[in-house]
């Protein structure tokens, strides 16, 4: 469910890697083969092991790249597998019909409807978090402007943290994830696995967070590391000090 979530809300085609019901790879590219292998790279010790979701139909091309030595895949989710694919993925790899396929058919954008917590004695109903953002609505509040390049990035970015456990932060570049910090009880641990997890491709990469920045140590930490541009929503007592940081 959580990994199905993340490539529905895709138009392009694109993969996620799950774990623990956080994504440690996801990609979006023009052939679903080329999503495929930037998502398992993304954070190849995490993968093993990983559900995979898919928006598109599982194609041979992709299958062949699941079937290299070395990958260990529990499930995989997409609107349909085409016969060859379903072939090599249960002969082709050593995990043959050890892998899990889900075949769930025409993907539409998820519904606008309820989400659910329980508590201890009663039950928590809000709005789900399904709906597109308005980017109408986002600043640039630095002196520094992003590329066109940055800003799908940025967007990308923003769309993957919204599916990474608070405290959340998404370290991305070529609309591809390459770190992420999740679950976290301080923001700056959080941004530090990230900027970890991607290594020396943090260089020129983007940042997204799912809350503000309380303080600048995140953000020189980020700065620090090589990381171009950051989204996140603001809101702190302390953010003109967070902007000034940037600067």
Not at 142 to 151: C, G, I, L, R
């Amino acid at each position: 469910d959580s990994v199905l979530a993340i490539v529905r809300h895709f138009d392009d085609p694109a993969v996620a890697v799950m774990k623990h019901n956080n994504p440690c790879g996801a990609a979006v590219a023009e052939e679903l083969a080329e999503a495929t292998r930037r998502a398992m790279a993304g954070d190849p010790q995490s993968a093993f092991g990983s559900i995979l979701g898919m928006n598109r139909p599982v194609d041979a091309a992709s299958a062949e790249v699941l079937a290299e030595p070395g990958l260990f895949v529990e499930a995989i989710i997409a609107p349909e597998f085409d016969p060859k694919a379903l072939e090599i993925l249960t002969t082709k790899p050593k995990w043959k019909a050890n892998v899990r396929l889900m075949q769930v058919g025409p993907l539409a954008p998820p519904a606008a409807g309820w989400a659910y917590r329980p508590i201890e004695g009663g039950l928590l109903l809000q709005d789900a978090d399904v709906l597109p953002d308005d980017q109408s609505q986002w600043q640039v509040v630095t002196e520094a402007k992003p590329t066109e390049k940055q800003m799908a990035d940025l967007r990308f970015a923003w769309a993957m943290v919204r599916f990474v456990k608070s405290n959340a932060i998404t370290v991305c570049k070529d609309r591809m994830l390459l770190g992420a910090g999740a679950g976290q009880m301080s923001r700056v641990d959080s941004v530090e696995i990230a900027i970890n997890k991607a290594g020396d491709r943090v260089k020129g990469a983007v940042l997204g967070s799912d809350a503000f920045f309380p303080f600048p140590d995140s953000i020189e930490r980020a700065a620090a590391a090589g990381i171009g541009a950051i989204i996140q929503p603001g809101g702190s007592r302390n953010d003109q000090a967070v902007i000034d940081a940037c600067n």
